[in-house]
């Protein structure tokens, strides 16, 4: 009987397969083998696509004229520093003795790719293959991915998408830099008094630079409204505040000397209608009291992109950084696949979910709330819930605990711990019920003006018992103070109260925030749009920029490339000087390279051929054509004259800033 071949990423995840297997290996040099079967390793890529010097020598200098570099037939080869291995991997897999090839890349676009390309390169004859898809590294995972393997051709889709992924991003790469380095490296290198300047274009990468440099101009050229609001205390001992605003029936109403409905462009003026109210000499009268009850559900769990956002803003660390720590913990069987997209759970998982559980009883911050959840049974409905939803699942499901591995959480960092508590705390807080919040509005009347007051107090935590509340300004309003909204509670429509007094108090308008590097992940989900509402989020879903396995790559380069910089401390992003010019530079020559809606389409055709919704051949006929019309059309621009000048005034912007 022949022996099974076991082809993992990672050697650590190939000693895990052996584990979970009960294997007793030797280890060889690049592999384990047993009696039954061998376990290998890529370690990452083995196999990369060719230069274009490969197909021909001339492709070595570049050159104008010979653009686009459209290869019919495109060709691959081994990468110098990993070639000890793959000779290892081709010569395991081309073993006579070896019957079935079972794939445990990890489950995802880019781990199919990693091991086709092997493949493609080495296996000389046809064996049995089996794709082995896991959602964490536990035993009990590792084995049912096992016995339910599926025929690698069950995916075959998906190794399309990657090959096309890789393709596109080639293609779009080759040509798009020579071509933009051809036409305007020169000027920009002459303006930064550099020797030379190679501009790098990237079908996501550029495109998130826009999203950047845009973002800074809007704040840039944003110009501060001053307005003055008006704020009146009424009431004796216990009182309220009530904002004035301008609503229909008031003197002002739809006035030019308001901003908006709730502001005098100037002090004066409002200190004239203030004025204006204390001659009335009149009582408040409460005119309206409506009192609501709001109810918050726990959010939906993290997947990557969330789960960047929030360690970006709680512990001012990197989206790469947050990946690497979250793949530690899964490589230490403690959390599900990191590189997910998806935000709920599937209906399988949702079935078993009281061995997640369980597990965690072994994680003491956890106990106080499980306690709560066996005494509620709510885990036993988890499958009726927003939480669970097959159809908003593409690879894996959520990040979650898996509720083993718990002995390896000391070896693991400070930081590492508080982001598996962070896990931990969402995917519990979604069997608690909603918080509910009581809501007290007030509209109080003086002659034929309003003044609006709103009151909120926390009346039930439900989810927040787990996750806490959070900081942010709406939950800062909310009033501590139960005495005093026990008073609000009292006051019925009708009541007269004394007018205490009427002040203004200054505001301004703000410019937009910079991104900082969570919530740019979450821009780039969003196909460049920083939605800050999770069902918003959630409607838009799958229409993003890059993918939960690149995006944190591809920020990393634009910093090491000098195109964008971080701070590390506040973790916010902002574009270089050579940023803006290169922006420049692109907008006037391949703007719709600067489109995050169209970059976000690219992605979406990928997915289509992953889905078997289109074809290899449509799909590159497409990306052919378009390449050409691009570079056909910036060839014979001559737009140097007006970058000069743009990079003219953006240099000036710096230097101020320099001095």
Excluded at 246 to 255: D, I, L, R
Excluded at 511 to 526: D, Q, V
Aim: charged share 30%; hydrophobic share 35%.
């Amino acid at each position: 009987m022949g022996k099974s071949l076991y082809i993992a990423e990672k050697p650590s995840v190939a000693q895990e397969f052996a584990k979970a297997l009960g294997l007793r290996t030797r280890r060889g040099d690049g592999f384990l083998e047993s009696e039954e079967a061998v376990i290998t390793w890529c370690v990452g890529h083995l196999v990369t696509m060719s230069y274009p010097d490969k197909y021909d020598g001339s492709w070595k200098r570049w050159n104008l004229e010979a653009l686009p570099f459209l290869p019919e037939t495109f060709k691959y080869e081994v990468i110098d520093n990993v070639k000890k291995q793959f000779g290892i991997v081709a010569g395991l897999l081309n073993r006579e003795d070896v019957e079935t090839i079972y794939v445990c890349t990890d489950s995802g676009r880019e781990g199919e790719y990693i091991y086709r390309l092997v493949e493609q390169e080495a296996l000389k004859s046809p064996k049995k293959r089996k794709r082995v898809w896991i959602d964490s590294q536990t035993e009990e995972e590792i084995l049912r991915g096992i016995k339910e393997a599926k025929p690698l051709e069950s995916y075959d889709n998906l190794g399309a998408s990657a090959y096309l992924r890789a393709k596109e991003d080639y293609l779009m790469g080759i040509n798009f830099s020579r071509l933009m380095t051809l036409k305007y490296g020169n000027g920009i290198a002459r303006f930064l008094k550099k020797d030379r300047c190679v501009i790098a274009v990237g079908r996501v990468m550029t495109c998130v630079l826009g999203m950047v440099v845009r973002r800074e101009r809007e704040i840039r050229e944003f110009e501060v409204t001053n307005f003055y609001r008006v704020i009146a205390t009424f009431g004796e001992e216990k009182s309220y505040e009530g904002e004035w605003r301008a609503v229909a029936g008031s003197t002002y109403f739809e006035s030019p000397l308001l901003y908006n409905d709730n502001g005098f462009l100037k002090e004066e003026e409002a200190q004239a209608f203030i004025r204006q109210m204390k001659d009335l000499g009149q009582d408040g009268e409460i005119a309206e009291i409506k009192k609501t009850k709001e109810r918050k559900k726990a959010p939906l769990l993290f997947n990557l992109a969330e789960l960047q956002n929030e360690c970006s803003k709680r512990f001012k660390i990197s989206p790469d950084e947050t990946l690497r720590l979250t793949q530690e913990l899964y490589e230490k069987k403690l959390l599900t696949y990191p590189r997910t997209d998806a935000r709920v759970l599937s209906t399988a998982v949702a079935k078993e979910i009281s061995k997640n559980l369980n597990g965690l009883m072994n994680y003491e911050p956890a106990v106080p709330f499980l306690n709560d959840i066996k005494e509620s049974k709510s885990h036993q409905g988890l499958a009726k819930t927003k939480y669970v939803d097959d159809k908003k699942i593409t690879d894996h499901y959520a990040i979650i605990p898996t509720g083993q591995g718990l002995g390896a959480l000391k070896s693991v960092s400070d930081l590492g711990r508080r982001l598996y508590d962070m896990v931990v705390r969402r995917f519990l807080s979604i069997f608690y019920p909603d918080a509910v919040y009581t809501k007290v509005a007030i509209t109080t009347k003086l002659g034929e003006e309003s003044f609006f007051a709103n009151f909120k107090v926390l009346s039930a935590e439900g989810y927040l018992k787990v996750v806490g509340v959070p900081g942010n300004k709406e939950e800062e309003e909310i009033s501590d103070n139960l005495e005093f909204f026990n008073y609000v509670q009292t006051l019925k429509k009708g009541m007269r109260l004394s007018l205490k007094s009427m002040v203004t108090k200054e505001g301004k308008t703000s410019p937009p925030k910079r991104y900082n590097s969570g919530s740019l992940i979450l821009a780039m989900e969003n196909a460049g749009k920083l939605i800050e509402d999770e069902e918003l989020r959630a409607q838009i879903h799958g229409s993003g920029i890059g993918t939960s396995a690149t995006r944190g790559e591809i920020l990393k380069k634009l910093f090491s490339i000098d195109y964008l910089k971080l701070n590390k401390k506040t973790q916010i992003v902002t574009p270089t000087m050579m940023g803006e010019m290169i922006f420049d530079a692109m907008d006037k020559s391949l703007p719709s390279m600067l489109n995050p809606e169209l970059t976000a389409s690219w992605e979406k055709g990928l997915t289509q051929v992953a889905e078997g919704e289109i074809t290899e051949e449509v799909y590159m006929e497409k990306l052919n054509g378009y390449i050409s019309r691009r570079t056909n059309s910036v060839r014979t621009l001559n737009n140097q004259g007006v970058l000069l000048e743009r990079y003219r005034q953006i240099a000036t912007i710096y230097h101020k800033g320099e001095k």
